[in-house]
């Protein structure tokens, strides 16, 4: 489906996405955002990206086509580690 080398840069992708969708979120909880109302429209399209794009990961990572044992690589292992992190630390924020 995917080469090695374009896996890899979707997974970096979708770290940084996932890490830009972070920080915009603790500016907002901050304050200090000069147009909130417009910060608060693009960080919600941007969680949506954001989640699409972990969605599609994982059905990429665990697609049922692929013949043979599903092996997660010390690199799909940190790359899973930081989201779910990520995923954390982004209920935290929404919740408080």
Not at 1 to 28: G, P, Q
Not at 52 to 62: D, G, H, N, P, R
Not at 64 to 91: A, M, N, T
């Amino acid at each position: 489906m995917f080469n090695k080398y374009t896996y890899n840069l979707f997974v970096d992708f979708v770290i940084i996405i996932k890490i830009i969708y972070i920080l915009s979120l603790i500016r907002l909880k901050i304050g200090g955002v000069q147009y909130h109302d417009i910060v608060v429209i693009n960080n919600a399209k941007l969680e949506i990206v954001s989640n699409t794009l972990i969605f599609l990961l994982l059905i990429i990572v665990f697609w049922p086509g692929l013949k043979g044992d599903i092996c997660i690589q010390h690199r799909e292992r940190e790359s899973f580690f930081l989201l779910g992190v990520l995923g954390l630390f982004h209920i935290i924020t929404t919740a408080v």
